[in-house]
């Protein structure tokens, strides 16, 4: 099963593109104090300045310092992945909180698909046939027909849940936006999805990582692509805490605890 595999690829793809130094920060001096709060507030404070015009302004590894800051400070976020991730597709849709309460799908192409959500003390899947199949080991095939598309349903803490539910701790995610030195290069400025963004690259052996930093409000990080290396990929990042549509699925629920 590729899930715990999976999101440690994801820590390690936002731990290894762009993680700034804070000694950096320090010597930015008033330049380095131009950027963005890395406050938990969901809002952005007025200012009487320009915020993109004073990010602009700071140096490559300053801005990846204010965008990790602020990564760290989101309480909620949705996070899209497009790429190779151990080695197989994967496209994934997460919308998870810090109190652990998440709600999305993950694909592995072939391997088939799950929609998740995880509320409270519970975590509601649903597989598709061919995850079932490709997953489930002898006895996939008889939980195709048995359980089919219908969605299941187990205590969190369980065994087998806390491999999805893995997913759904943005905390865990966020940890991977950690200080260190950096080598960031300020690249010219662009918009993601409408939203005002500034360009940083830096490269790890034969990966390159263009990171797109929002130049208005937090200085959150919009998307990353990762081009070479043996996981390419673009991962998008949104809804910075907005709360997370996280409820139990109505219908014919299997509760697997039961079983």
């Given at each position: ?75 909620s976020l949705t996070t899209d992945v497009d790429g190779?991730?151990?080695g197989g597709s994967m496209k994934y849709h997460m ?55 219908r969605w299941t349903k187990s205590k969190a803490s ?102």
């Amino acid at each position: 099963m590729r899930s715990t595999t999976t999101l440690a690829a994801l820590c390690a793809v936002t731990a290894l593109a762009l993680t700034a130094c804070g000694s950096d920060d320090d010597k930015g001096g008033e330049a380095g104090k131009g950027g963005q709060s890395a406050s938990a507030s969901s809002k952005a404070t007025p200012s009487t300045k320009a915020p993109g015009s004073e990010l602009e302004k700071l140096t490559g590894p300053q801005i990846a310092n204010k965008a990790m800051k602020a990564m760290k400070s989101a309480t909620s976020l949705t996070t899209d992945v497009d790429g190779i991730v151990d080695g197989g597709s994967m496209k994934y849709h997460m919308s998870s909180d810090s109190k652990g309460d998440c709600a999305g799908t993950v694909g592995m192409g072939a391997e088939g698909s799950v929609e998740l959500i995880k509320t409270g003390g519970l975590v509601y899947m649903k597989f598709d046939r061919a995850f079932w199949k490709s997953q489930g080991g002898e006895d996939g095939a008889a939980a195709a027909e048995t359980i089919g598309d219908r969605w299941t349903k187990s205590k969190a803490s369980g065994a087998d849940a806390k491999d999805f539910t893995a997913f759904c701790d943005s905390d865990a995610m966020l940890s991977g936006f950690e200080e260190g030195p950096n080598l960031a290069r300020k690249g010219e400025t662009t918009t993601v999805d409408g939203k005002p963004a500034i360009t940083l690259t830096e490269t790890d052996g034969d990966e390159t990582y263009t990171t797109y930093v929002a130049t208005e409000g937090k200085p959150y990080i919009l998307k990353m692509v990762i081009k070479g290396g043996k996981e390419p990929g673009t991962l998008t990042f949104s809804d910075f805490d907005k709360p997370v549509d996280a409820k139990a699925p109505a219908g014919d629920i299997v509760d697997l605890d039961a079983l």
